[in-house]
């Protein structure tokens, strides 16, 4: 298996990345995918605050920062990466993946690069898919919906839609279901993982007392990801496997 | 007599083993069953008598001297919750807060029965998210041992949900009870075709429920009055007749509550298997 980046970014903000992220971490780790993660919501790192032990939090523009991820993709033994990109900054880090020659690596099939693109609902998100079009040319590229905010998508005007897709042609899209308000928020007072408030635990592995039906909702809602992931064979994609 | 009147009684205030008809079986009181009975009284229809059956449950308890929790998920018009004042919550399944604070209790497994009276709009919606968040497994699980006692009303569609259930949830223990008062099956034509249409539903044990007639109905109406106490000690005020109509309609049905319990007794004592 080639080192794999997956790359969670959208441009706009409140749409849901970092969730999307973690539920990718509890999906990649139920499916003993040993993944290693970089927050790049420098210096707060939301992601970190689920994921602490696997996330290491990165200021992408950064020099060092970019040697940290990039150098190390061989070198460790975890072979799956997943950047949450923060807010506003998805052009940036895919410009500054291109300029330190990642971009061409995996064109040459040294590593394997995913995108998951978070879409808002408005048409402003079309104009982020044209914008990233010259970077994915040889990525995994996915449209990501996310339903857990009770986003209500716009309808794909045809004529709008071949005009954006001219120049992309992403490989699928992935539906986030919603998950009822009242779990989401227990899992983000809880600070852990989701398959961790499933578990019924605490950060420290101890026993947790959270309610079986917010746990029960999660769970459900995490089966339906991991339903989509697999239907878009996530995990072949990253092996290598057609 | 009602609820409030310090239940169980003391020692000596009497129980219904000492009430019934048999003086000298006193096995009834002070006797915990292993396990944590959920039962949730249930129809796709309203007006079939499930808040009848949840009511006949609690006094049973009380009867036995045993606490339980109860729950009336009907939000709007409850009749159960208001007959045993802080005993049984009323909660509004369509909520998630009410779905916590029902399900939640009803998976701890302290030998305290629960009982629910599920409102027959919240039948889909209740089993629905049981399926969903697996509420069954998650029962078993813990020790917790959930029946489902499905009301029959007669209609094909009520037939069809029994076999719904069934299907879904194929190891919950389910008891088909026919409350002939409220769901008379049989009408006119009688207990035949009340057998024909039982015979119709998924093949479980039935529990009967006789039907009263409009003066004893009448008087099981307040709220306070409390099923289990009139066993013991009925309202000086209420009719004799009445007094023994109402006893001669609940000996059954608590013996059929006895009887369940003393099978599940027996299943469970690895001894005799």
Redesign the interface.
Known sequence: MKPAVILVGADKGGVGKTTISRALLDYLAANNVLTRAFDTEFPRGTLKRFHGPITEVVDITQTADQMRIIDTLNAAQVKVSVIDTRAGALGGVLKALRDVGFLDAVKAGEYSFTLLHVLGPSIASLDEISEVAPYVQDANYFLVKNHINDTNFFEWDPVTHRHYFEKVRPSGELTIPKL?E??YEQVEISGVPFSTFVANKTASGDPANQ???????V??WQAKIADELNRVKLLDLLAGRD | MNHAQGWPPDEGEGSYAEMSSNPGDDSVQAEVPAETFVFICCAPHGRVGTSTTARLLSDYCLATRRSFAGFDADPHEPDYAPRFGERVANVDLANVQGQIAMIDRLLVADREPKIVDLWSRSFTRFFGLAQEIGFFDEARGKGVTPVILFHADGAEASTAAAYRLAATFPGVETLLVHNEGAAPLGGQAGERLANERLAAYPPHRRLKIRALDAAMRQALEPNDLSLSWLLIDPPREMSLVVRSGLRAWLQPVFSQFRSFELRHAFDSASFLS
């Open positions: 009822n009242m779990s309610s079986f039906v917010l746990r029960g909702y769970r459900t």
